[in-house]
């Protein structure tokens, strides 16, 4: 197959869109604030929308009757348990107290590191919900199965988000945003998967199976990708001040948790392969516990420490490193693709 011309040259198209994402939010100034209030729920509604535009491809190629097989998917849909729940909150709390409390212990206060621990484990604590679906897509993952994990994640937030913060921050009382959670699925899984749906049953019945497969999908899939590259831009944009008033402090935070990220992917490769896991279910196992939940996490930081704390710093440095280290996995995935 061959290899488009946006994701040939993806790693390029990254980095102009970095630069010109900080370069606008440096020239906007106070202007950039208020497309970064656009919100319901602490959900942004344009970048809502951009992930919206990257999740659709992914929803309307999924084969509806094949979800009846996910009994087949049980290892896979274990190794991810195992990871996102078992294994990824406590190896993230480790490299922040690591790093945050000891190696960089000449350059930070306690408070600081304190708060950037906290804000690490509430990245660590929410595996991601919506863009796995972006990166099981662009390393040809199974759909199918991806949309089943997703749907288990989800269940298994609501119930262990709270314990796991608690036990690793050492907070007793603290209330969840379930607003964030509701929100955030309708949005992010549910509207785009009833529109794949309909899609799907409409232009397989109207049109053919192949002509859905062979014209109409490569013709959407570039969409994605330019949905992705905006969805940088505006980010950077949101906190391009804040990135050039403390380049040095986001260099501190986001070395830990890249670590903690290609760590948790490897790990989960790893278990794929000796689970004898088909590369198309080990690929979107091994992306959803690397990528994170952010819209949980910055929601729960803000809420928890306030809007200009460490902890929510930290968690906005994990939504601005996620982008361009979940392409490097995915290259990563092709390139070891069997």
Request: hydrophobic share 60%; aromatic share 14%.
């Amino acid at each position: 197959m061959q290899i488009g011309f946006f994701e040939k040259y993806l790693t390029l198209w990254v980095l102009l869109c970095i630069a010109f994402g900080i370069a606008i939010g440096k020239i906007a100034g106070e202007n950039i604030l208020s497309i970064s209030r656009l919100e319901i729920y602490h959900v942004n509604i344009p970048v809502a929308i951009l992930i919206w535009l990257m999740i659709y491809p992914m929803m309307v190629q999924i084969d509806f009757g094949s979800l009846k097989n996910t009994g087949s998917h049980f290892k896979g849909l274990s190794l991810t348990i195992i990871v996102n729940w078992l294994i990824k909150p406590f190896t993230m709390a480790f490299f922040a107290w690591l790093f945050f409390s000891n190696i960089y212990k000449a350059w930070l206060s306690p408070e600081q590191a304190n708060e950037f621990i906290a804000g690490a484990i509430l990245l660590g604590a929410a595996p991601c919900t919506a863009m796995v679906f972006v990166w099981s897509y662009l390393s040809s993952g199974n759909p199918s199965y991806t949309l089943v994990q997703v749907a288990l994640n989800d269940l298994i937030i609501l119930i262990a988000f709270i314990p796991v913060v608690q036990l690793l921050l050492g907070i007793t009382h603290f209330t969840i945003p379930y607003e964030v959670l509701v929100t955030s699925v309708l949005v992010f899984v549910v509207i785009p998967l009833l529109a794949g749906f309909i899609t799907n049953n409409y232009l397989i019945k109207t049109k053919g199976k192949e002509w859905f497969a062979n014209t109409f999908l490569p013709k959407l899939k570039p969409f994605s990708i330019f949905a992705l590259l905006l969805t940088l831009i505006l980010l950077f944009a949101f906190q391009g001040q804040q990135i050039l008033d403390n380049p040095i402090l986001i260099l501190l935070i986001a070395i830990p948790l890249t670590i903690q990220t290609y760590f948790i992917f490897f790990i989960s490769w790893l278990g794929g392969k000796l689970l004898k896991l088909p590369y198309p279910i080990c690929a979107p196992a091994a992306m959803i516990g690397a990528s994170n939940f952010f819209e949980l996490a910055v929601a729960v930081a803000i809420a928890l420490f306030g809007l200009e704390s460490g902890a929510a710093l930290a968690t906005v440095v994990g939504v601005l490193i996620e982008v361009p280290i979940m392409l490097s996995l995915v290259k990563i995935a092709l390139k070891w693709k069997y």
